[in-house]
């Protein structure tokens, strides 16, 4: 099979044939129907790996091994799955960001199996989904870290109808964050320096768009429009800027939800959360057990991510795009 590898020694994506790799214990061997590229696979390239990139997709069950029958799944189901495959650390439903740490030191250590931009992968069945009718395969696999957490992420924002959110960073997660919480009845006033993703939200319905770069008076403009300030601030950006200019759009009390993953860690006036000005919460895409309430969501009101269709051999452009910051859309290759 044709696979997309990052090669450490000439620093870049080769498109290499592979052998197709046989289910092991309750896994199953899945036919590719999509794969995209995310921020984290850009953190596997910078630990050195030598590995097939790409930890989303989704496709079907071309084999099942004996031990993972009648478990709910037959050849040929139309699923996706988070990737967390030959894990060897013994907790009960580790989660994905092990795999991707902020340091990159820890990435992939203890997981024997490569990714999702290849024709064929093995997944456990324990962290597989059966796809609703109206989700497309051949799109969705963005769901199965950046849709999924940006679910988790607005669902856990103490937000009520009618309350208004920021999202910070108006790439793909935050193009997903968007349609969600539009879904939820919430107000949306997207933040970037990218025009280009910005119009994307806007087109999803966001209430208002900034660009934080180019627009001085942003803040008092979204306090005014506002009413004092967002209840919420999600940030998918991991740009230390970006988490740098969170409190001042938040109303008293309000939540700053850590998503995007900077290199450094991001300073915290322990002042302003001793006095209740705002508090801290974190979400990511979590574990198998909470993906199902995602992906109903998500099927239920026909959210999709904004994707651009690529071709595996422009996976290496890919990659260089998304160093770049150009992408407007989530990268997405079909197979």
Not at 1 to 13: I, Q, T, Y
Not at 286 to 291: E, G, K, L, V
């Amino acid at each position: 099979m044709r696979a997309g590898r990052w090669n450490p020694s000439e620093k870049r994506v080769i498109i290499e044939h592979v052998p197709i790799p046989q289910p092991g214990p309750n896994q199953f061997l899945v036919k590719l129907a999509s794969a995209s590229l995310c921020h984290s696979d850009i953190m596997a390239i910078d630990a050195g790996q030598t590995a097939t990139l790409g930890h989303e997709g989704a496709g079907y069950i071309e084999s099942i091994h004996p031990s993972a029958e009648g478990k709910g799944f037959d050849i040929g189901d139309k699923i996706g799955f988070l990737y967390i495959i030959g894990c060897c650390f013994k907790c009960e439903g580790c989660m994905i960001h092990i795999l991707h740490c902020v340091t990159g030191k820890q990435l992939l250590q203890g997981f024997t199996t490569d990714g999702f931009f290849a024709e064929y992968a093995v997944v456990d069945y324990q962290n597989c989904i059966i796809l609703p009718e109206s989700i497309d395969v051949k799109k969705a696999a963005p769901i199965f870290c950046a849709g999924i957490t940006a679910f988790h992420a607005v669902d856990s924002s103490e937000l009520a109808a009618c309350d208004w959110l920021a999202i910070v960073g108006a790439g793909g997660l935050g193009q997903i964050a968007t349609q969600i919480a539009k879904a939820k009845g919430v107000n949306v006033v997207a933040i970037d320096i990218n025009d280009a993703t910005l119009e994307v939200c806007k087109q999803q319905e966001a209430d208002q768009v900034y660009n934080s770069r180019t627009s001085k008076i942003y803040v008092e403009e979204l306090k005014q429009l506002t009413n004092g300030g967002c209840k919420t601030a999600c940030v998918f950006s991991n740009a230390q800027a970006a988490y740098a200019g969170v409190p001042p759009i938040l109303r008293l009390g309000g939540v700053m939800m850590i998503v995007g993953l900077p290199h450094d860690n991001i300073p915290i006036s322990t002042m302003d959360l001793a006095l209740g000005r705002y508090k801290v919460k974190s979400e990511s895409t979590s574990i198998p057990q909470r993906m199902k309430n995602a992906v109903d969501f998500l099927g239920e009101h026909g959210i999709q991510p904004e994707v651009q269709i690529r071709r595996l051999e422009d996976l290496n452009d890919m990659v260089n795009e998304m160093r770049a910051g150009t992408a407007t859309k989530r990268m997405l290759v079909t197979f």
